[in-house]
C-alpha cells in the first residue's frame, strides 16, 4: 500500500548505458515531479507533470526523458549516462488542489561506473 | 545561487530538551515554507508548513516561526526524542503559481538520550 513507490531502488550502470526508472503513485493525486539529490545534498526539481501534461523542465539535459503515460506514472529514461548522473533521483506526488505537503518516494540511488 | 540556506549541516541536543532548526531564504517571492524529515534509505516526509501570512504555526511538538523581514523561519522540536533524529530540510515555493520547491541543504539533527 505504498503511496509513491520508485523501482529500482538500487542501480548501478556503466558510462553510456540507457537506464529508465519507474514511479508509479496510489494517492490519486494530479501532479507528480522528479528531483534529483546530488553528492552535495541538495534536492533539485527536475520535472513537473500535472495530469499527463509537461509543466516544469528545469534545464535539465537532453538525456533525460520524462514519461507520463497516466496521471499515476512518471519514468525517468537517462540516455548515455555520464559519471555525473550519479545521484538519488526521487519521485513525488502532490494533490495540485492542496498546499500541503508533496508525498516523496523512497528514492532510487544510481551509481554510474 | 542558493535561495534557500540551512547554514547549520549538523545539531546535536540532549532528549526531552528544545531542538532549534534555522533556515534563511533570499527570494522574497516565497509564500510558503515548508519542513520535510528524511531518514536513511527513505523519502523526505512532510512534517509542517506555514504560509508567509503567518509568523507561527504549531502542530503538536512542532512549532515553525516565520519573520519575514528577516527572511528567516525555524523549527522548533519540544521536547525532543531520539526518534527525532534525521535530517530536516526547509523548502519554500515561490508566489505565482509555480509547483516547484526550492530546498535547503538540509541539517542532520541527532537527539541523544
Known amino acids: 500500500d505504498t503511496a509513491v513507490s520508485q523501482t529500482p531502488k538500487y542501480l548501478v550502470t556503466q558510462m553510456g548505458n540507457d537506464k529508465s526508472i519507474k514511479c508509479e503513485q496510489n494517492?490519486?493525486?494530479?501532479?507528480m515531479y522528479w528531483y534529483k539529490q546530488d553528492s552535495k545534498k541538495f534536492l533539485k526539481i527536475m520535472f513537473s507533470?500535472?495530469?499527463?501534461?509537461?509543466?516544469i523542465n528545469e534545464t535539465v539535459p537532453n538525456r533525460f526523458s520524462p514519461k507520463s503515460p497516466d496521471k499515476a506514472h512518471l519514468n525517468l529514461h537517462i540516455n548515455s549516462l555520464e559519471l555525473g548522473d550519479s545521484a538519488v533521483y526521487f519521485c513525488?506526488?502532490?494533490?495540485?488542489?492542496?498546499?500541503?505537503?508533496?508525498?516523496f518516494g523512497s528514492g532510487t540511488r544510481l551509481t554510474v561506473v | 545561487d542558493q535561495q534557500v540556506k540551512q547554514n547549520s549541516p549538523s545539531l546535536s541536543v540532549q532528549e526531552g530538551r528544545i531542538s532549534i532548526l534555522n533556515c534563511d531564504y533570499t527570494?522574497?517571492?516565497?509564500?510558503?515554507f515548508l519542513w520535510y524529515k528524511k531518514y536513511p534509505a527513505e523519502g523526505p516526509t512532510f512534517l509542517i508548513s506555514?504560509?508567509?501570512?503567518?509568523d507561527k504555526n504549531e502542530d503538536g511538538r512542532f512549532t515553525v516561526f516565520l519573520n519575514k523581514s528577516a527572511k528567516h523561519l525555524s523549527l522548533h522540536i519540544v521536547p525532543s526524542q531520539p526518534g527525532d533524529s534525521a535530517v530536516y530540510f526547509c523548502?519554500?515555493?515561490?508566489?505565482?503559481?509555480?509547483?516547484?520547491?526550492?530546498f535547503g541543504k538540509g541539517t542532520k539533527l541527532t537527539v541523544n538520550p
Open positions: 513525488a506526488s502532490r494533490d495540485r488542489g492542496q498546499m500541503s505537503g508533496y508525498t
Open positions: 494517492l490519486g493525486h494530479d501532479t
Open positions: 507533470y500535472n495530469n499527463k501534461e509537461l509543466i
Open positions: 527570494n522574497s517571492m516565497f509564500d510558503y
Open positions: 506555514i504560509s508567509s501570512i503567518k
Open positions: 523548502a519554500a515555493k515561490e508566489d505565482g503559481g509555480s509547483e516547484k520547491l526550492v
